[in-house]
């Protein structure tokens, strides 16, 4: 199924033709109610029971033509509300039927486990008003409990595209009888390389059923996706292309490579919750041990952690058991936690839109937040080029641990407690060093020839630069 080309610069996608309709641009005033969509009464009931009583921009946007059927393509930045502008459409247009063993009705591709459970949390409540079986097929969970649920008959199927492709394989799962079929967060699903599988995907279900893709950004791979597998789509915008809002203050950290992780200590002993963002598993275990010897509540969250590890921890630091939660990258993507104002990249990302998804777990729904960004001198030129390329001006401070600015900016101060003597544990000094001394003394290890020779390599390239007047 192709659909029409999309205009010219029309929201980060290019090409000639008639562009799709757009239904609400940026700053379109949104319903003053839910009921003004026609929804079944019970379900407007359902939701006032649960404080859902105005509907956000992408869902005033988007909620019409998505009940009357139409192809969809919506962009809003991540916690907008995009879960109900395409979960009640989907409900209502299922409500009524049954599907049979292994054949859902509806299908809705998310790119994390994490996202996939925020999802089906959000519909459970209005399935059952509408009396619709809601099934979550992700991995890192038992499979044969996931093909049980399937042929036991599931009109919704929330799934990460690689688990449904397995369950299709194995014949466990049938897409011929999808009539309704949801992207959401096209764009994560696309970086995290799973465009193959999402297209195999749209090539099963039925070509006269009706697509949803919802994105906070929309690039060429999301392009490919509209003109592959959409039909003649109805455009809904309602944030601008760069996702960054005004309710988030971008704050750069400059910090002397020594310091960082002190700094980063003293931020993590905050009162309040924090997000905490590295790039390896390696250096979120550690940095993880680390936080919790100097007594501050952390948890780990990365790929190599089973499911119900992972579960458990984001339940606990969303309950406020644990006030510090520390994750790589990829794990990150579609954690949403209520009321979170302070995201800390403590390794920079190296891609904009990264910088955008990690910000984006704060200042949701209209609330505000702060993101800050730990960057050494050797960071500063590449950590500029991101931050202009996603669109953000940040401000930047010099910072040092212990200092009234680092207080002031992001609540840090000291740690409840230090790593105690004779523990075993030496003091931390940075991801990837080597232990101390015998008897965990913190003194250095001896450096490696390579290590050695990096280092004065950047000595010698920082004397130079003094040299010259830089």
Avoid: W
């Amino acid at each position: 199924m192709n659909a029409k080309p999309l205009a010219s610069g029309l929201s980060g996608l290019s090409g000639g033709g008639t562009p799709p309709r757009v239904t609400a641009p940026p700053g379109a005033t949104p319903a003053a109610s839910f009921d003004a969509f026609g929804l079944p009464p019970e379900l407007v009931e359902t939701m006032g029971g649960l404080g859902v009583t105005e509907p956000f921009p992408i869902q005033a946007a988007t909620l019409p033509d998505a009940l009357a059927g139409r192809d969809v393509l919506g962009r809003a930045r991540t916690g907008s509300g995009k879960t109900l502008a395409f979960g009640l459409a989907l409900l209502v247009r299922t409500a009524g039927r049954r599907a049979e063993a292994k054949r859902p009705l509806a299908l809705v591709l998310v790119p994390t486990r994490e996202l996939a459970q925020q999802v089906s949390d959000a519909l459970v409540p209005y399935a059952r008003t509408l009396n619709v079986r809601l099934a979550t097929v992700v991995g890192g969970l038992s499979i044969n409990r996931q093909v049980a649920e399937l042929r036991s008959g599931a009109e919704v199927v929330v799934a990460t595209p690689g688990r449904l492709a397995d369950l299709v394989s194995r014949r466990d799962c049938h897409l011929n009888h999808v009539r309704i079929t949801v992207l959401d967060e096209a764009d994560q699903m696309c970086d995290l390389g799973f465009l193959p599988q999402v297209s195999d995907i749209l090539e099963q279900v039925p070509a006269d059923g009706q697509r949803l893709l919802f994105s906070a950004t929309l690039d060429r791979h999301v392009e490919q996706l509209v003109r592959n597998h959409l039909n003649d789509p109805v455009h809904a915008s309602v944030d601008p292309g760069a996702g960054s809002v005004s309710t988030m203050d971008h704050h750069v950290l400059t910090v002397h490579p020594a310091d960082k992780y002190a700094t980063a200590t003293e931020i993590a002993a905050r009162d309040g919750r924090v997000l905490m963002f590295l790039d390896t598993k390696a250096g979120v275990d550690q940095f993880t041990r680390h936080l919790r010897a100097a007594g501050v509540r952390a948890g780990a969250l990365h790929s190599g952690k089973s499911q119900p590890q992972r579960t458990h921890t984001l339940g606990r630091f969303a309950d406020g058991d644990l006030t510090v939660l520390v994750a790589t990258n990829v794990a990150a993507r579609g954690i949403h936690v209520d009321a979170l104002d302070l995201v800390v990249n403590v390794d920079p990302p190296a891609d904009p839109k990264d910088y955008l998804h990690r910000g984006g777990r704060t200042a949701r729904a209209g609330r505000s937040g702060t993101v800050v960004t730990l960057v050494t001198p050797a960071q500063r030129r590449e950590v500029n080029r991101m931050m202009s390329d996603a669109g953000v001006r940040p401000t930047v401070t010099p910072v040092r641990s212990g200092e009234a600015t680092l207080t002031a900016l992001t609540g840090a101060k000291r740690p409840p407690a230090g790593t105690k003597a004779g523990s075993g544990n030496a003091p931390f000094r940075g991801l990837g060093s080597r232990p101390g001394g015998s008897g965990g003394s913190g003194r250095p290890g001896k450096e490696s020839r390579k290590v050695a020779e990096a280092r004065k390599a950047a000595e010698a390239r920082a004397a130079a630069r003094v040299r010259r007047g830089r």
